[in-house]
């Protein structure tokens, strides 16, 4: 792995790397080393490129992985935002790029790392996987330089960008399958030996300075499973948004997400403006018995509004067959009382399809 290329000095002053090209280097000659167009430890405010080279249908190409990093001259924590994960979900991608374009170097105390749209590919195409269709970048982490795309691509945004960081935020929503009442989440702590209390009390408080209608813990992460489970691994403070879904956003959740990151980034420090309050409800989905699947095809109609308490025994949603217009719906029953924290999206389920979240109310 090569060092990131070095820009001139800037002085401060907002240089733009993003139109950057390296020569074209066809397979014969050999493939060129991974680089970034940009280099952060240097002040000021920087747009450029984490490149990595790979081979597609048509040959040699680049995959160009949009990065904009703000150093300001105070010093500071360094926060990462990140979005575009996958390529269905899109609040993170344009909360993410209005605030590369707003936020200057005068603001920020400490170091910003704004990546938008770590899988481009993914969301020029709505699709939530890699270009070859088959990897969800999530599950990449932490790579692997010589692995696949999608290993090699975890890889450098994880060793160049996420390993320096103090907090990493992560934009998410839904994607085109399921619906979120907008939340900010953590993970319990677990078991692993890398997570400290400190650090799940940072990403706690981050959490709640983020100001989601819904604040909320899930279940502890396998080791080596997703990017929460490395950042959390490496030791650093994370948290994870989940704003509507369905493959579109609204006006409402990218308010949320927008005061979502200027409050985490106040509350760390990395920007001098007061944290926007706003009422928040503590939930928890402890274990795997939160989610309800289907066991059956059919069209989903719901039966219960995101957010809403639900109580056990009521009707949740019903699966109605539309093969026969003779047959009773199929009625799914909530199997405890809870708030319904996600429902799936879209008409049609098929058998193993997740249809549902469900979380406990907890005092905070």
Not at 180 to 189: D, H, I, K
Not at 298 to 319: K, S, T, Y
Request: glycine share 10%.
């Amino acid at each position: 792995m090569t060092q990131p290329q070095t820009p001139s000095p800037t002085n401060g002053l907002d240089l733009d790397l993003s139109d950057t090209h390296e020569p074209y280097a066809p397979s014969l000659l050999g493939a060129q080393d991974t680089h970034m167009t940009l280099d952060p430890a240097m002040p000021g405010k920087q747009h450029g490129h984490l490149i990595l080279p790979y081979t597609n249908h048509a040959g040699a190409a680049q995959l160009r992985v949009p990065v904009c990093s703000i150093r300001g001259q105070q010093p500071g924590p360094t926060v990462v935002l990140i979005a575009g994960i996958h390529g269905d979900e899109y609040e993170g991608p344009l909360t993410l790029h209005r605030m590369a374009q707003e936020l200057t170097a005068e603001m920020v105390h400490g170091c910003l790392l704004i990546v938008p749209a770590a899988n481009g590919p993914g969301l020029k195409t709505g699709r939530r996987c890699l270009p070859d269709g088959t990897q969800d970048l999530d599950q990449c982490f932490p790579g692997s330089a010589t692995g696949s795309l999608g290993d090699r691509l975890a890889y450098e945004l994880f060793e160049r960008l996420i390993r320096a960081a103090d907090l990493v935020l992560d934009l998410r929503s839904g994607g085109q399958k399921l619906q979120f009442s907008p939340l900010a989440a953590v993970r319990f702590m677990g078991v692993s030996l890398h997570r400290s209390q400190e650090r799940q009390q940072a990403s706690e408080a981050a959490m709640i300075a983020f100001g989601a209608p819904n604040s909320v813990r899930f279940q502890a992460s396998r080791a080596g499973s997703c990017l929460q489970a490395a950042v959390e691994a490496a030791g650093k403070a994370y948290v994870q948004s989940e704003l509507g879904g369905g493959a579109g956003c609204s006006v409402g959740t990218l308010q949320v997400a927008e005061i979502g990151c200027l409050n985490v980034l106040s509350s760390m420090g990395v920007l001098k403006r007061e944290v926007e309050l706003r009422a928040t409800r503590m939930l928890e989905v402890p274990d795997s018995s939160f989610y309800v699947y289907a066991d059956r095809h059919g069209m989903l109609e719901p039966q219960a509004r995101l957010g809403q308490e639900v109580w056990q025994g009521d009707v949740l949603l019903r699966l109605v067959e539309l093969e026969n217009s003779g047959s009773q719906a199929h009625e799914v029953a909530v199997p405890r009382n809870s708030i319904l924290l996600a429902l799936h999206h879209g008409g049609m389920v098929r058998p193993g399809d997740l249809l549902a979240i469900l979380a406990d109310e907890v005092q905070r």
